[in-house]
């Protein structure tokens, strides 16, 4: 690996899982004609992080993974798809050239003959991962598997086994809810459902090769430790990180945002869809008087896009839109600048790493009861609860809000007794530094 940090590539043949592949004379950034493990010497051993999406929060685990497996010391491979070739974390990589931290592209979504890739999204996903660990392999010595997000393949090793053969791998599952019900947590009731993933779930902790399994939901170590496991691979809680960006100035914040001095600002932060709850959002906010400014921030998909653009000009004030990739400085920006943040989401039970940030800027959230959002917010002490996304639900819990306004009550203060305060990036990386050992 001591050429190039990228090569890009399409596959051979178009449905062949194990075809070789070549490289894209069409590409935009360095290209040879092999991938930059064909370079590795047979001495070096590489931990190899595979992510097939560097969407929505996926990309910041991938970064934080690399970086935690680099300062321990660890040379770090960073596998994921073409598509991604341009994103800011490939092209980070690419610029520094590191002799310990190199990024493969290669064509993870093309999707194989067969009726179980056809009916199965679990079965394509775990043909990617065997796939990029196949062509890695090839010529790199690999001591371990990081799977960043196994929710995509998890269920299938029940029946199947481990994607990565011989190598030992470790893993982190997010949005996993089939124990919520029988914990208390409001989540659909899906008996049979989650009776079946819960068995699943079980039977591939005993996996060969499976060191640690790591949650970001706190609630499912302790419902996995009264099912009695026996000979099963760890199931750790891994606190959902973000790095401990200081606040600046809210002035200071707004201005460089363009932003109102004096107005209420509401922040939708991140990856801008459907489950976002924005549409419900935004009805209710049309039919409101002396609403808060809406600031939607994160790149937003094209139906959502079609139905922000549509209901935009209904709004009074005017909504500030940044439909762009955010980066860390402007993500303290408009934490720093907004007087509070949406969580109404819409159909989602798992982790928010909003929610996270929120918490550290001590802003108010308006929050969805259900799932694992509901679980951290069931207090209220860190903002109004929503039962439902109905257009009076969202008003009241925005006059809710108005009135710590009105007040000129402090914001929200994070105490370090919360469990929201373990959410660091340090203690992230000592958590899978350990596993990496």
Same mark, same amino acid.
């Given at each position: 690996?001591?050429?190039?940090?990228?090569?890009?590539?399409?596959?051979?043949?178009?449905?062949?899982?194990?075809?070789?592949?070549?490289?894209?004379?069409?590409?935009?950034?360095?290209?040879?004609? +092999?991938?930059?493990?064909?370079?590795?010497?047979?001495?070096?051993?590489?931990?190899?992080?595979?992510?097939?999406?560097?969407?929505?929060?996926?990309?910041?685990?991938?970064?934080?993974?690399?970086?935690?497996?680099? +300062?321990?010391?660890?040379?770090?491979?960073?596998?994921?798809?073409?598509?991604?070739?341009? &994103?800011?974390?490939?092209?980070?990589? !690419?610029?520094?050239?590191?002799?310990?931290?190199?990024?493969?592209?290669?064509?993870? #979504?093309?999707?194989?003959?067969?009726?179980?890739?056809?009916?199965?999204?679990?079965?394509?996903?775990?043909?990617?991962? %065997?796939? %990029?660990?196949?062509?890695?392999?090839?010529?790199?010595?690999?001591?371990?598997?990081?799977?960043?997000?196994?929710?995509?393949?998890?269920?299938?090793?029940? +029946?199947?086994?481990?994607?990565?053969?011989?190598?030992?791998?470790?893993?982190?599952?997010?949005?996993?809810?089939? &124990?919520?019900?029988?914990?208390?947590?409001?989540?659909?009731?899906?008996?049979?459902?989650?009776?079946?993933?819960?068995?699943?779930?079980? $039977?591939?902790?005993?996996?060969?090769?499976?060191?640690?399994?790591?949650?970001?939901?706190?609630?499912?170590?302790?419902?996995? !430790?009264?099912?009695?496991?026996? #000979?099963?691979?760890?199931?750790?809680?891994?606190?959902?990180?973000?790095?401990?960006?200081?606040?600046?100035?809210?002035?200071?914040?707004?201005?460089?945002?363009?932003?109102? %001095? &004096?107005?209420?600002?509401l922040l939708v932060y991140g990856a801008i869809g459907e489950r976002k709850g924005i549409r419900e959002l935004m009805l209710a906010l049309a039919h409101k008087d002396d609403a808060p400014c809406l600031v939607i921030a994160g790149v937003q998909d094209d139906e959502t896009r079609a139905f922000i653009d549509a209901h935009a000009p209904q709004l009074t004030p005017a909504p500030v839109i940044f439909n762009q990739f955010v980066s860390e400085e402007m993500e303290r920006d408009l934490f720093s600048a907004c007087d509070a943040v949406w969580l109404g989401y819409k159909q989602h039970y798992g982790m928010s790493g909003v929610l996270?940030?929120?918490? $550290?800027?001590?802003?108010?959230?308006?929050?969805?009861?259900?799932?694992?959002?509901?679980?951290?917010?069931?207090?209220?002490?860190?903002?109004?609860?929503?039962?439902?996304?109905?257009?009076?639900?969202?008003? $009241?819990?925005?006059?809710?809000?108005?009135?710590?306004?009105?007040?000129?009550?402090?914001?929200?203060?994070?105490?370090?007794?919360?469990?929201?305060? $373990?959410?660091?990036? +340090?203690?992230?990386?000592?958590?899978?530094?350990?596993?990496?050992?």
């Open positions: 690996m001591d050429t190039v940090s990228i090569a890009r590539y399409r596959s051979a043949a178009p449905h062949s899982p194990s075809a070789s592949v070549l490289p894209d004379a069409e590409a935009d950034v360095n290209v040879v004609s +092999e991938p930059p493990s064909l370079h590795a010497s047979t001495d070096e051993d590489w931990v190899v992080v595979i992510e097939p999406n560097f969407t929505g929060h996926r990309w910041r685990y991938v970064e934080w993974i690399a970086q935690a497996c680099v +300062e321990a010391g660890h040379r770090c491979l960073v596998v994921t798809d073409t598509a991604y070739a341009n &994103h800011p974390l490939s092209q980070r990589i !690419a610029s520094e050239a590191r002799p310990d931290l190199r990024l493969a592209l290669l064509d993870l #979504h093309t999707v194989p003959f067969g009726p179980q890739y056809a009916f199965s999204v679990y079965m394509r996903f775990r043909n990617f991962y %065997a796939r %990029a660990l196949e062509e890695v392999s090839r010529t790199t010595r690999v001591r371990l598997v990081v799977a960043p997000y196994a929710d995509y393949f998890f269920y299938t090793v029940a +029946e199947l086994g481990t994607p990565f053969g011989k190598t030992p791998w470790i893993a982190i599952v997010m949005g996993m809810t089939f &124990h919520h019900a029988s914990i208390g947590l409001r989540t659909p009731r899906r008996p049979i459902v989650d009776m079946a993933k819960s068995l699943l779930f079980r $039977r591939a902790m005993r996996a060969h090769g499976l060191r640690a399994v790591f949650t970001i939901d706190p609630t499912m170590p302790d419902w996995f !430790a009264s099912k009695h496991p026996r #000979h099963a691979a760890t199931l750790r809680y891994v606190a959902d990180p973000f790095p401990e960006i200081l606040a600046v100035d809210p002035l200071l914040a707004r201005a460089r945002l363009k932003l109102d %001095a &004096h107005a209420r600002y996270v940030q929120a918490y $550290r800027f001590g802003k108010p959230v308006v929050a969805s009861a259900d799932g694992l959002i509901g679980w951290y917010c069931r207090d209220g002490s860190l903002g109004p609860l929503l039962d439902n996304l109905d257009p009076a639900t969202i008003a $009241r819990a925005l006059e809710a809000l108005a009135v710590l306004w009105n007040r000129d009550a402090p914001a929200v203060q994070p105490a370090q007794s919360n469990l929201l305060s $373990r959410n660091t990036l +340090e203690q992230f990386k000592r958590t899978l530094q350990a596993a990496m050992a």
